[in-house]
Nanobody, 118 residues
Framework: QVQLAESGGGLAQPGGSLRLSCAAS????????MSWARQAPGKGLEWVSG????????YDADSVKGRFTISRDNAKSTVYLQLNSLKPEDTAVYYC???????????WGQGTQVTVSS
């Protein structure tokens, strides 16, 4: 029932851009904070960016600050991650996460691969 479906990953050149989407269903999207995390080859999961349920507050990891932008459209139950000025070290599987601290809801998507290479 609950589903977080990431899309938009692919191959990009250094300095290029991609736009990731995460379409949610099966829960009340507007009550959940949303975030993106990534896992690079041979490394652990790294938190990337988060946004409050109402979109009023955003947080970014230092590694992506100024380059990535998280946003959400509650009417479409979708969260986005705009990736600009991509670097090879951004290569990773990117995961969408939904959290509601009041209900202990915590959901993850299946991930979408981003590869940055010339």
């Amino acid at each position: 029932q609950v589903q977080l479906a990431e899309s938009g990953g692919g191959l990009a050149q250094p300095g290029g851009s991609l736009r990731l989407s995460c379409a949610a269903s099966g829960f009340t999207f507007s009550r959940y904070g949303m975030s993106w995390a990534r896992q690079a080859p041979g490394k652990g999961l790294e938190w990337v960016s988060g946004i409050y349920s109402d979109g009023s507050v955003k947080y970014d990891a230092d590694s992506v600050k100024g380059r990535f932008t998280i946003s959400r459209d509650n009417a479409k139950s979708t969260v986005y991650l705009q990736l600009n000025s991509l670097k090879p070290e951004d290569t990773a599987v990117y995961y969408c996460n939904a959290v509601n601290v009041l209900t202990n809801g915590n959901y993850w998507g299946q991930g979408t691969q981003v590869t940055v290479s010339s």
